[in-house]
C-alpha cells in the first residue's frame, strides 16, 4: 500500500461518519447514502494530494460533500420520492404515543427532510450550513461564494418556510391526539 | 453585526422546530459502518493511481496506519509536498520530454498550429491522424461520449478517474502526445464531469510537455482567475512563475 493510500485510509475511517451525516442532511436518501458517501470519498482520494491545508480538512471535505449532494439532486429527481406535496408530508404527521423513540426520531426526521425538500436550494443550503452543520455566515458566505448579507436574507426565508411548516405538522399531529382524549 | 443565534440554541424558536432540528443533526451511518465498507473502498481506488512518480522523485512518505503519533494533517502534508515537488521538482524530466516533443514536432507539423490556438478554457484538440499516430490502441469503450452518456453515475465518475489515471501515466511514462489525445478524450466525454479541475490542471502539464509553454501558461493563468482559492492555484502559480 502506498502512502497516499494510508492517508486515504485514515481520512477515510476518521471521517466516513461525517459525510455520510452530511450528504444525509443535504438531502441524500439514506438508501442511497452509502454509495454516494463511495462516491465522495473517490473524489477525495483523487484531489488528496492536492490538498495543502489552507483549509481544515473537514471543510475541504464539507465541499466534496455539497459538490456530490448537489450532483445527485440534480441527476435524480425521480429517485426522490421526500414528499413534497401538503398531502404527502401531512401522512408522515400521524403521531402515536406507543411508538418507539427510535421510530419517533425517524419520523422526525422524515418531517424534516421533507420541509427541507419544500424549500428552494439556495435557501436549504444556507439553512443546513447554519442551523444543523452550525457554520458561520462569513465561513458559508465564503463556502457558497455569496456575501454574507445574502447568507442572512436567505437563512431568514428559510427559516420562516420551515418554522411555518413545523407548526403545521404539529398543529396537525395534536388534533387526533385531542380527538382521543 | 453577528450571526443570529441557532434554533437548535434559541429558547425563543418553538419546541418542534428544535425537535426536527435536533434529529437532523443526530444523523448518523449504522455503527461501523465506515470499517465495513473500507475493503470495497480500497478495492475501488486501487484502481485509480492518483499518484505517479515522475522521474527522480519519490512516493509519499508511508503513513503507517500504527502510526498513530502522526497527525492527518501532518499525513497530507507530505503526500501534498510530494506532489509538490512531482510538479515542480520534475523541471528536468520536462525539459526532457519537451526537448524530445520539439524534435517530434518538426516531423509532424499538423499537431503544431493546432496546439498553439489553444484557448485557455479550452483543452485543445488534436487531429484524428495525430491520435491514429500518437495513441494507436483503440480508445476504452468508456472513452467516447456515447458510451459516457450511458454509464451510470456511478461508473461515469470511475470512467473519468480512469481517464485522469491513463492521462497521468502517458504524462509520466513520456509520452505526452498521447496524454494529449486522451485528455481532450476525455474533455468530450465528460465535459462537465466532477473532476474537471484535476483534468484542467493536468491539462497545463500536458501542454508544457508538448512544448506548449505559452498554451499551458494561458491556461494556468485562466484556472487561477477562475479558482483562485483552489488548492491546484498555488501550483500553477508556481509553474508560471517558474516559466
Given at each position: 500500500m502506498s502512502g497516499l493510500q494510508h492517508t486515504f485510509r485514515e481520512v477515510y475511517l476518521t471521517h466516513f461518519d461525517f459525510v455520510w451525516g452530511a450528504l444525509r442532511r443535504l438531502g441524500v436518501r439514506e438508501q442511497d447514502a452509502q454509495d454516494v458517501t463511495q462516491k465522495v470519498f473517490i473524489v477525495v482520494y483523487m484531489k488528496l494530494p492536492a490538498f495543502e491545508n489552507r483549509s481544515s480538512l473537514r471543510t475541504w471535505l464539507y465541499r466534496v460533500c455539497l459538490n456530490a449532494a448537489s450532483d445527485y439532486r440534480r441527476s435524480a429527481p425521480i429517485r426522490?420520492?421526500?414528499?413534497?406535496e401538503p398531502t404527502e408530508l401531512d401522512s408522515?404527521?400521524?403521531?402515536?404515543?406507543?411508538?418507539?423513540e427510535d421510530g419517533e426520531s425517524r419520523r422526525r426526521v422524515a418531517v424534516a427532510e421533507t420541509i427541507l425538500s419544500k424549500l428552494p436550494e439556495a435557501q436549504r443550503l444556507v439553512f443546513v450550513l447554519f442551523e444543523l452543520e452550525e457554520m458561520s455566515g462569513t465561513e458559508i458566505a465564503e463556502l457558497l461564494g455569496i456575501s454574507v448579507g445574502t447568507v442572512r436574507s436567505r437563512l431568514r426565508l428559510a427559516r420562516d418556510v420551515f418554522t411555518r411548516e413545523a407548526k403545521r405538522v404539529s398543529a396537525q399531529n395534536e388534533a387526533p391526539r385531542k380527538q382521543a382524549l | 453585526m453577528g450571526d443570529p443565534e441557532r434554533l437548535l440554541k434559541s429558547g425563543a424558536a418553538d419546541r418542534e422546530v428544535r425537535e426536527l432540528l435536533q434529529s437532523m443533526r443526530e444523523l448518523a451511518p449504522a455503527p461501523r459502518m465506515g470499517v465495513a465498507s473500507w475493503g470495497a473502498m480500497a478495492a475501488k481506488v486501487a484502481?485509480?493511481?492518483?499518484v505517479v512518480p515522475a522521474p527522480g522523485s519519490a512516493l509519499p512518505v508511508p503513513v503507517s496506519s500504527a502510526s498513530a503519533g502522526i497527525s492527518h494533517a501532518l499525513a497530507l502534508k507530505l503526500v501534498a509536498a510530494a506532489l509538490a515537488s512531482t510538479f515542480l521538482g520534475a523541471g528536468a524530466y520536462w525539459y526532457h520530454v519537451v526537448q524530445r516533443v520539439h524534435a517530434s514536432a518538426a516531423n509532424a507539423p499538423a499537431s503544431a498550429p493546432v496546439a498553439a490556438?489553444?484557448?485557455?478554457?479550452a483543452i485543445s484538440q488534436v487531429t484524428p491522424a495525430d491520435e491514429d499516430a500518437t495513441n494507436p490502441a483503440p480508445a476504452p469503450s468508456s472513452a467516447g461520449p456515447g458510451a459516457a452518456n450511458s454509464a451510470t453515475r456511478g461508473s461515469r465518475l470511475d470512467a473519468e478517474a480512469s481517464m485522469l489515471a491513463k492521462v497521468r501515466s502517458q504524462l509520466h511514462a513520456g509520452d505526452p502526445h498521447a496524454a494529449l489525445a486522451t485528455l481532450n478524450q476525455m474533455q468530450s466525454a465528460f465535459p462537465n464531469g466532477q473532476l474537471t479541475q484535476e483534468r484542467d490542471v493536468l491539462a497545463v502539464e500536458v501542454l508544457a510537455a508538448n512544448g506548449n509553454t505559452a498554451a499551458a501558461k494561458r491556461k494556468a493563468n485562466a484556472f487561477i482567475a477562475a479558482h483562485p482559492s483552489s488548492p491546484h492555484s498555488a501550483k500553477l502559480e508556481r509553474f508560471v512563475e517558474s516559466r
Open positions: 426522490r420520492e421526500v414528499a413534497t408522515l404527521s400521524g403521531f402515536r404515543e406507543d411508538v418507539h | 484502481t485509480l493511481p492518483t490556438q489553444v484557448a485557455p478554457a
